[in-house]
């Protein structure tokens, strides 16, 4: 079969091994802390200046958060998703309410994204995810969307309606309505999760986003997509890197420019790996290049960077890496001590963190990334 682009020319990430895996801290009661009560957090970004630093604003800096009330299943939340906004500063946290007004958006939930301020100092482009359709069936469908506001001295405001920034060509990359049922956790098709990159070396504005490969029918068919900004309008490019027959998903994508060198970052777990691959952990993985369209190798020899704790596996995830080489993610299912929440009813919510994890920091060296000393 022929394709309009070259499949072999993409980066492969296939780990033979995880024989050494860095860990986490294991999560503890004393560091589950609600900063909003009421509600579940999960996915986060702050918002960044465009070359990838933490945006402070009024002595503050500004989160956003997926969100949805306290449910008894907090496996529930993902079909209410809503975006919050909250900001961090000497007083601890602030609750600025949901992101964008009631209505405004397109789909049936709001899943992750990225945001940024631009140079000008005022003006917001949040890219985020539309999942679903307003008043339509049920469904895993995902489309990529920028809304844009203004930086006032509370938060942000003037939301302009959001707009479609690319589409799924079909032929790099899975187009894919996904009714309900044709999805199962871990199997979902991803156009989801656009992450702002500015290229320090050529200027060049770029999306980053999780997909799934429209060249083939391996059910795990994951990669990370890549877009760029050209006479104002956003164009698809190929994959960044691929692992067909691996895992189907690489989830929250972002990147970094260290030394002269990119770091690709993405979360995954261990459920979406293939049967027929070397499975790693629920964790943060990196690749490393020295031009942003690659070659791609994977940091540490396998790609991890840090893990769960092999005794507590579901302990923490999504991570995300800031420009200040910050880790946040959230808490997930933790202190379960080898029990399984889903055969543990009583579990799913006292076992559920949704809030911030313990935030760490990362070192570079090469090509090896590792969690930094103290």
Known sequence: MTFPFDPAGIS????????RVPELAPISANDICKI???????DSWPLAHEDGRTVVHQGRTWWFFLSAPELPDPAARHDMARIRLASHGADGWRDHGNALPDGLNPGAREWAGSAVLADDGV?????????????????????????????????????QPPREIIVADGVRYVLDRQEREAGAPGMIKGFRDPAWFRDPQTGEAHILFTASA????DPHNGVVGMATLRD??????????????????????CLHHRDGRYYLFWSTQRHTFSPKAVAGPNGLYSAVANDLRGPWKPVNGNGLVVANPLAEPRQTYSWWVTGEDEVWSFVDYWGLEGRRPEDNPDLLRTRFGGTVAPVFRLAYDGDRVAVAAG
């Open 232 to 253: 104002g309008r956003w164009v698809l490019g190929d994959p960044l890197i691929e692992a067909i027959g691996v895992n189907n998903e690489l989830e929250r994508p």
């Open 12 to 19: 492969r990430w296939e780990p033979d091994q995880f024989d």
């Open 214 to 217: 429209a060249w083939s029918d």
């Open 123 to 159: 003006s917001v482009s949040l890219y985020y995810t539309v999942a679903g359709r307003k008043d339509g069936p049920p469904s895993f469908e995902q489309r990529l969307f920028v809304c844009e506001g203004t930086l006032v001295a509370d938060g942000i405001a003037g939301w």
């Open 36 to 42: 909003l009560p009421g509600l579940d957090l999960w």
